[in-house]
């Protein structure tokens, strides 16, 4: 890679070391003199612990103490908050903003609503590179069920808006005792209409959702807006993706479908980098077999990898000794990771 | 001691989760092979959209299909959407009507956008299985973040919801995931630093949303200690290996220090993801006391 983008999203599989090389690469770029945030989605809040920041990371960018320069700060995102804040600032008055943020359907369900954590790390991400405090943002991409998801969230949002459920939500489906409409109008069919919708989805569930979606009307062109600048966002040639792997050959499927899934998306993928390699075996030993085991499997595995990956470059780096948890460590994996990045051409 | 790791998870759901990457799948294969072993009727059940627990019994991907393994064993990879359409054929009394519901665009976007229905759909089904037709379903359920959506969904809908079959059938699930006599949550983690402390993390918030505590620790890939004692001038590799070694004993003895349930440990064994390891690590499991010395 010789060349950094300003926005560097790292993506992969669960559990293969995404944040820690996120990490690390903030602390290159801000020792190279860029003004950098780190940005995570963590509901479990390792990025924090890795770069010694608070709580208080959730509300606004902290600085992270001992990083070079001072350049370094750090984002840490939940749904709830963020979704909080976007209601907030986007609501046109502050009725509007009071009847979303009262709704039971929201209060309840807007940090788990299916795609709102992915949707909130674009909507964050978009408003923070908005304000161009920084020569750079990393972002560490939420743990979703598919990994990917994120990259798909403000086209979904779009077309769940652009469904009609908002507008549907305007029109008058319930008369002032809270009764459907509807299927009052339509006389004993409409009951066992009626009926049926209580017996599937319970008429209450739908009455809240009604006026939830009917609160959130007024927001509703700002969201579309923004859904589309993010799109264009995570498209351009100043954003580029890298995808961690992890090692032996029985991960090499999965990184390719998401080396497809990121292609198909138009996004740009800088290099596929194969995190903790174990050491190849030079000699002939006696090493502890399951040693032995591990070192074949990785070499194997990467060999086979870069085959398949044709023109795409790839990386790799070693296992460590010691995988730091705190920022004290995170020098060594910057260097390892520097190397590896130098390696991508 | 107490009695085995198996026969304390032999009946009901058996919830399987932990961080990204720990071997999760692995350990709900290794178990629900060690069940049926045990003469229990045993359902896996995958809930992950890409199939991967047939690799681990060595079959090819179903589709969703149930697949009989072994005796008392079946496999089967859920897909909740297709569970909610059929609900929604059953129930609906006129059957015109449900077709039309079934391909309206509105019922699409209600069943991908409502919190908490698949989860439910999941649980619910998990009821109906255990329900004579099973001894226990084990659940291969998300990491970390999503599992703790999929035990918490009965509640929050039980919450949001006031009246109706959503808010009953809430409120029923809700009941089987705080039943520790039903459901039992077996977490999974490796002997590592950042595992361990979400291990920890994971552990308290279940125990918070549900009342129950988790069943069983399941330390994974223990690398054996079997270096010869350092000596110097070493090569690099058994340098590495060594302080690997050390780095996993502290996290062991970290985890079993701060865990205060049952615990158990599996091997890491030199052989690739597949049904050999699967049956290799059911072997280690039905002899496992439930709290080793």
């Not at chain 1, 608070?54 to 984002?75: H, Q, T, W, Y």
Request: contains cysteine; proline residues 7%.
């Amino acid at each position: 890679m010789k060349r950094w983008p300003r926005l560097l999203v790292f993506v992969g599989a669960g559990g293969v070391g995404k944040t820690t090389l996120a990490a690390a690469a903030g602390w290159l770029s801000a020792r190279d003199g860029a003004r950098t945030l780190v940005m995570t989605f963590d509901p479990s809040h390792r990025l924090r612990q890795t770069l010694g920041v608070g709580a208080e990371a959730a509300l606004s960018e902290i600085p992270v103490a001992g990083a070079p320069g001072g350049r370094l700060r750090a984002s840490l995102l939940d749904a709830r908050t963020t979704f909080d804040r976007l209601v907030e600032r986007y609501a046109p008055d502050a009725a509007a903003r009071d009847r979303i943020l009262g709704n039971r359907f929201y209060r309840t369900f807007s940090g788990s609503l299916a795609g709102v954590l992915e949707y909130m790390a674009v909507e964050r991400l978009f408003e923070v590179r908005a304000a161009e405090r920084y020569d750079r943002i990393v972002l560490d991409t939420p743990p979703t069920r598919e990994a990917l998801d994120f990259l798909g969230a403000p086209r979904r949002i779009v077309e769940f808006l652009d469904s009609g459920i908002v507008r549907l939500a305007f029109r008058s489906w319930f008369d002032d005792s809270g009764r459907p409409r509807l299927t009052r109008r339509l006389g004993p069919l409409g009951r066992r209409v009626e009926a049926g919708l209580d017996e599937i989805v319970g008429v209450d569930l739908l009455r809240d959702m009604v006026e939830f979606f009917r609160a959130f009307g007024p927001l509703y062109e700002g969201f579309r807006a923004r859904a589309a600048e993010v799109e264009r966002l995570l498209r351009e040639p100043e954003t580029g993706f890298l995808l961690v792997a992890g090692p032996g050959e029985e991960r090499i499927p999965e990184t390719l479908y998401f080396a497809r899934r990121l292609r198909e998306h138009g996004c740009h993928l800088a290099g596929v980098l194969v995190n903790r390699l174990h050491p190849p075996l030079e000699s002939a030993g006696p090493w502890p077999p399951l040693l032995a085991f591990l070192s074949r499997r990785d070499g194997e595995g990467f060999r086979l990898l870069a085959e398949r990956l044709g023109e795409i470059p790839l990386g790799g780096l070693p296992l460590l000794g010691d995988e730091p948890a705190h920022l004290a460590g995170i020098e060594r994996v910057a260097g390892e990771l520097e190397t590896a990045l130098a390696g991508l051409g | 001691m107490s009695k085995g790791v198996i026969a304390a998870l032999a009946n009901g759901l058996v919830f399987v989760t932990g961080k990204g990457g720990v071997g999760k799948s692995a350990v709900a294969a290794a178990l629900s092979l060690a069940l049926a072993e045990a003469g229990r009727r045993t359902l896996l059940l995958g809930i992950d959209p890409r199939e991967n627990l047939h690799e681990w019994l060595g079959v090819a991907p179903s589709g969703g299909e149930r697949l009989a393994i072994a005796p008392g064993l079946v496999l089967e990879s859920l897909r909740p959407r297709l569970l909610i359409d059929r609900e929604v054929e059953t129930r609906m009394p006129i059957r015109l009507l449900a077709r039309q519901l079934l391909a309206h665009p509105l019922y699409h976007q209600f069943v991908d956008g409502a919190p908490g229905l698949e989860e439910l759909v999941v649980l619910a089904y998990v009821e109906r299985c255990l329900h004579g037709e099973f001894d226990v379903v084990v659940l291969d359920g998300a990491a970390s973040g999503h599992a703790l959506g999929q035990l918490l969904a009965p509640a929050l809908v039980a919450e949001a919801v006031r009246g109706g079959p959503f808010a009953r059938l809430a409120a029923r699930l809700r009941g089987l995931v705080s039943d520790p006599r039903r459901c039992r949550t077996v977490l999974v983690t490796t002997a590592e630093e950042m595992p361990a402390a979400e291990t920890f993390e994971l552990a308290e918030e279940l125990t918070a949303a549900i009342g129950v505590p988790a069943a069983l620790l399941v330390i994974n890939q223990l690398a054996p200690d079997d270096l010869p004692v350092a000596r110097a001038g070493e090569a690099a590799p058994l340098v590495l290996w060594r302080r690997r070694l050390a780095r996993q004993q502290r996290e062991r003895e970290r985890l079993r220090s701060g865990w205060s349930g049952a615990v158990t440990e599996l091997p890491w064994l030199p052989l690739p993801r597949g049904a050999a390891l699967a049956h290799a690590l059911a072997e280690w499991l039905a002899a496992a006391p439930e709290a080793p010395a």
